[in-house]
């Protein structure tokens, strides 16, 4: 595609269950961003791919959150255990790598009831 | 620490004037400063960027001033229309990192 795809683009899930959310970057992008944004928030950085390998993880909010790459295009972030507070929209960006200029995909909204 | 804040939350402009956005930093370390534009239901979206050793950059529309002594960062976006309504984050980037830390955010609204 042309843009930065995300799915799913809504996930309702229960407190304490495991979900999984996609990133599809633009093809030839090789660094690779997850950011979560809360209502009325800028985005919070969580984690930075650099092909395959993960950058900065130093977002990442606690060990329930592990993210990967594993050929250095798709990514999927994963959540365990989730909690109410884990409720936010969950945006990915890729970017070249010497490039400031990140394209973010449309988000995955996360609900934790 | 790490902060980059904005002055105001909202921002309401007349169509055809000139909209100034302002942004306030406190990392000096920072390598580039950058301006998101936001529309409801979607991502953020590149609009400018300037590198900490200038003072000014333009683009179509656009102009960021960046004023180092005050750790103070604006967008100036001329003759504003109404699709330039949005939510505008300033964000600051470590050159070789990449690790974007943004602000909170001013909605813009453009009345016609």
């Known amino acids: 595609g042309a843009g930065v795809s995300q799915t799913p683009s809504n996930k309702v899930t229960e407190k304490g269950k495991y979900v999984e959310l996609r990133c599809d970057p633009i093809?030839?992008?090789?660094?690779l961003y997850w950011y979560r944004q809360s209502l009325g928030q800028g985005p919070e950085f969580l984690i930075y791919?650099?092909?395959?390998?993960?950058?900065?993880d130093s977002g990442l909010p606690n060990d329930r959150f592990f993210a990967v790459r594993p050929e250095g295009s798709v990514s999927t972030l994963k959540i365990q255990r989730t909690e109410r507070g884990d409720s936010a929209v969950y945006l990915c960006?890729?970017?070249?790598?010497?490039?400031?200029?990140?394209?973010f995909g449309q988000g995955t909204r996360l609900t934790v009831v | 620490g790490e902060s980059v804040g904005l002055h105001l939350p909202t921002l309401s402009v007349q169509e055809g004037d000139n909209s100034i956005i302002n942004c306030a930093y406190s990392n000096s370390a920072s390598d580039y400063f950058i301006w998101y534009k936001q529309e409801s239901g979607k991502g953020p979206q590149f609009i400018i960027d300037?590198?900490?050793?200038?003072d000014k950059r333009q683009g179509q529309r656009v102009t960021v001033l960046l004023n180092k002594t005050v750790k103070h960062l604006s967008l100036q976006i001329a003759a504003t229309q109404p699709g330039d309504s949005a939510v505008y984050f300033c964000?600051?980037?470590?050159?070789?990192?990449?690790?974007?830390?943004f602000g909170a955010g001013t909605r813009l609204f453009v009345k016609a």
């Open positions: 300037i590198r900490s050793n200038m």
């Open positions: 960006a890729s970017s070249l790598a010497s490039s400031t200029e990140a394209f």
């Open positions: 093809s030839g992008h090789t660094a």
């Open positions: 791919f650099q092909g395959t390998g993960a950058a900065d």
């Open positions: 964000a600051e980037n470590r050159g070789g990192g990449f690790k974007t830390i």
